[in-house]
Antibody
């Protein structure tokens, strides 16, 4: 079964650090484009980062320079290192796999259950 | 940066009726548009990609149409489990969502 399971969320103080994990099963993380998408309480969805199969990474301006996406191929796991978080980073963080069709259209076809991160002193 | 705008913000429809949700892109995205359903406390679920292709396991009552800048998600006969929030998405940008509620 294709599945993503996040972990690592919790309460973190502003300026601290936290690492989120996303363990994949049923497919290979390194062969897919993988993203982190977040959702602040009561708000909509916000894409924040992606890592491509070749290892290249991209970030939304809201997290660039503070957060880092990475993966461990031996563990088939995606990570999100959150440094210097702010109150506005409080959200449920989802990892998601990208689907690409023959026309170049893409979408997020597999999602984890989400992990809550609360940034507060 | 492409901006995705959904309308209406809230749609009230009776079970068994048809629901039509709209999504507009600030510039052409060709057919690269996806729709998701999200229920409270759950992760989003992919419904439609490529503007009109249903994802695996999605019932035929869900259909998508459009290209360029104007897109529509239609639910032909609403079931109780369809009342949720719906998002459109193009690459790294999501619309703000449409809440579909029971009338």
């Amino acid at each position: 079964e294709v599945q993503l399971v996040e972990s690592g969320g919790g309460l973190i103080q502003p300026g601290g650090s936290l690492r989120l994990s996303c363990a994949a099963s049923g497919f290979t993380v390194s062969s897919n484009y993988m993203s982190w998408v977040r959702q602040a309480p009561g708000k909509g969805l916000e894409w924040v980062s992606i890592i491509y199969g070749d290892g290249s990474t991209y970030y939304a301006d809201s997290v660039k320079g503070r957060f880092t996406i990475s993966r461990d191929n031996s563990k088939n796991t995606l990570y999100f290192q959150m440094n210097s978080p702010r109150a506005e980073d409080t959200a449920v963080y989802y990892c998601a796999r990208s689907l690409y069709d023959s026309s170049g259209n893409d979408a997020f076809d597999v999602w984890g259950q989400g992990t809550m991160v609360t940034v507060s002193s | 940066e492409i901006v995705m705008t959904q309308s209406p913000a809230t749609l009230s429809v009776s079970p068994g009726e048809r629901a039509t949700l709209s999504c507009r892109a600030s510039q052409s995205v060709r057919s690269n548009l996806a729709w998701y359903q999200q229920k409270p406390g759950q992760a989003p679920r992919l419904l439609i990609y490529g503007a009109s292709t249903r994802a695996t396991g999605i019932p035929a009552r869900f259909s998508g149409s459009g290209s360029g800048t104007e897109f529509t998600l239609t639910i032909s006969s609403l079931q109780s489990e369809d009342f949720a929030v719906y998002y459109c998405q193009q690459r790294g940008t999501f619309g703000q969502g449409t809440k579909l509620e029971i009338k």
